[in-house]
């Protein structure tokens, strides 16, 4: 099935448009995707650091954990999620809820993780460190507040403060450690005190903060040496045996968080206790919404497709609809119409350029029919006339006996009519072969000088005694370039023409001469030359200044058609004018071949 240039070019705008829907609407979706998941980590991460300080303020309102049960300082935390864990860096889990519970898929240490799927819900999973590096100092409390607190604390190290923002009241609850107490002070921003209370430090562990200290290497018989203040959090100074028997120094904070102690000074934190609070943020919600977003976008881009087919086909269409107008004008044009033409749009757009060329051919086309026509009638007309005379002739020969002398004059007279009839098929196969547009058209230098000479002994002796050839001064050949034969043509036509139309035993002078790198021929004759009005008629075809005169002569009309289609091949011009001593003169040009011997052979016109 052949298709239309609309339906081609709707169709290639429908896949366009469909490849630039479906990559546009996958980077929308992915884009939509990575920011559901971008916003879920980001909520999962705030919801790990929301725990961690739920955690930490609850841990602050017991701050001395007594030895209890292993883990219950975690299993008993209130906090509101359902989906965390607290978990060591080692891997140990401490407590976990919700679907971290059944599969706690954590990576320590990565804000945010991929989206992982449990059945049918899909959570992103994010984690935070528990411990906080940068707690508050002195330096963050006002001075009337401070003020008040070091007349109490004198001597101590602060170990823990908390800001509280009750209404318009700011609290501070501030927590200095001495070697056999805490002191606990709680005090507003304008220096006035609400409490200030001491508890003791315990003489032992707790088991969670035990069970921290069974990481590599494990210690036995644990003991507590003394208690320090480390970045803001009160940290046990313990001893313990190794399995090798050797007696090792460390310290655990609160959490059962285990530092390396060099020379009883504590050094840093040992990774593998670190304690890490894990959050998994159900995306369920979030992913039904991209995915309504999703078919929306799909439902959408459907119509958008189906709306840019149908605009597409009518925009086609209507741009098309000229090409259709020109089709079928143009289909309209046959011979007898050859003069209808088609209408050309104001726009300087590609449609009216192609009316405009259209036109312009169906111009040449037209001129061309005519000349045909006019051909093709003067040539009949032409050839009607001597068929017309030679039957005439045979019929009379045959009407009844003759003598043999008028035998013989009804044949000469018929040999003339012959020959004018083949004088006018030689210049008709002329005609054709160079309205014929000649192609490759072989150009060699010749002299034409020597052409002149071997032409003029190609006349009968009456007419060669009448030719004067006049060869301007030289140091050379005149050598031009063209095609020989057809130049031979044209000269001899000129020649022709000048013997025919000028007085009997008048000169006809032919003159050659070169100069600027071109070869000048001209004829001229004795004549009554041509009036100015009729110089552009004599090429035409079959046009004679006298027909009467032109046939007594045994002229047909072609011969200075014949030389200027030769000229216009050889991209030159015959010119016709009147010469200075009366009479015609005839001339025409050819590029010399001294003067240009490296020029492409002309194509024909």
Known sequence: MTLSITQKLTVTVALLSLVTLIVAGTALNLWMERGVQADAGTKATAAAADIADIIRQQRDEDFLIEPMGRR????????????????????????????????PLVTLGVPAQPMQSFGRTAFTVASVPLTVEAPLGWDDIPTRARTTVE????????????????????????????????????????????????????????????????????????????????????????????????????????????????????????????????????????????????????????????????????????????????????????????????????????????ARTVNRMLDRIQDGYRREQQFTGDASHEMRNPLAKMLGEIDWALSRQRAPQEYRDTLERL????????????????????????????????????????LLGTFPADSAGRLRLELGESTGPMEALGHRHLIAVLMRNLIDNALRYSPAQSPVDLRIHRANGRIDVAVQ???????????????????????????????????????????????????????????????????????DTKRSAPSSA
């Not at 906090?79 to 599969?103: D, K, S």
């Not at 078919?295 to 925009?315: E, F, K, P, S």
């Not at 002329?430 to 230098?445: C, S």
């Open 415 to 454: 040999q003339r009519y012959a020959q004018s009839m083949q004088q006018l098929t030689e210049s008709l196969l002329i005609l054709a072969r160079l309205d014929g547009k000649l192609q490759n058209l072989e150009v060699k230098p010749f002299d034409v000088a020597d052409l002149a000479m071997e």
């Open 151 to 354: 007349s109490l604390t004198a001597g101590g190290t602060l170990i823990g403060l908390r800001r509280v923002v009750l209404g318009q009241r700011i609290l501070f609850d501030i927590k200095v450690l001495y070697p056999d107490h805490v002191q606990a002070v709680e005090v507003t921003d304008a220096g006035e005190l609400l409490e200030n209370r001491q508890r003791g430090l315990p003489d032992r562990l707790s088991q969670g903060q035990i069970a921290a200290l069974s990481l590599e290497p494990p210690l036995r018989d644990i003991q507590v040496t003394g208690w320090r203040a480390y970045n803001g959090e009160l940290v046990a100074l313990v001893e313990g045996g190794a399995p090798d028997g050797e007696t090792v120094q460390t310290a655990v904070n609160r959490f059962g968080e285990r530092y390396i102690v060099a020379d009883g000074r504590i050094v840093q934190l040992l990774e593998q206790s670190r304690l890490w609070v894990a959050v998994a943020y159900d995306m369920t919600a979030d992913l039904a919404g991209l995915s309504l977003f999703a078919r929306a976008t799909v439902a959408g881009g459907t119509l958008l497709w189906l709306l840019i087919i149908l605009l597409a086909w009518q925009v086609t269409r209507r741009a098309l609809k000229p090409v259709d107008e020109i089709v079928t004008r143009t289909a309209r044009i046959d011979a007898p119409h050859l003069g209808e033409r088609l209408p050309v749009g104001a726009a300087d757009d590609e449609l009216s350029r192609i």
């Open 525 to 595: 004759d004795a004549g009554p030359g041509i009036p100015p009005e009729q110089v552009a008629l004599a090429f035409n075809r079959f046009y004679r200044l006298e027909p009467s005169r032109s046939r007594q002569t045994g002229g047909v009309g072609l011969g200075l058609s014949i030389a200027q289609v030769i000229a216009t091949v050889h991209h030159t011009e015959v010119n016709l004018g009147p010469a200075a001593t009366g009479g015609t003169l005839a001339t025409f040009t050819l590029p010399s071949a001294d003067g």
């Open 72 to 103: 219950a300082e975690f299993e008993t935390l209130r906090v509101p999620f359902a989906h965390w864990l607290i978990m060591r860096e080692g891997g140990a889990v401490e407590v976990a809820r919700g679907i971290l519970a059944e599969n």
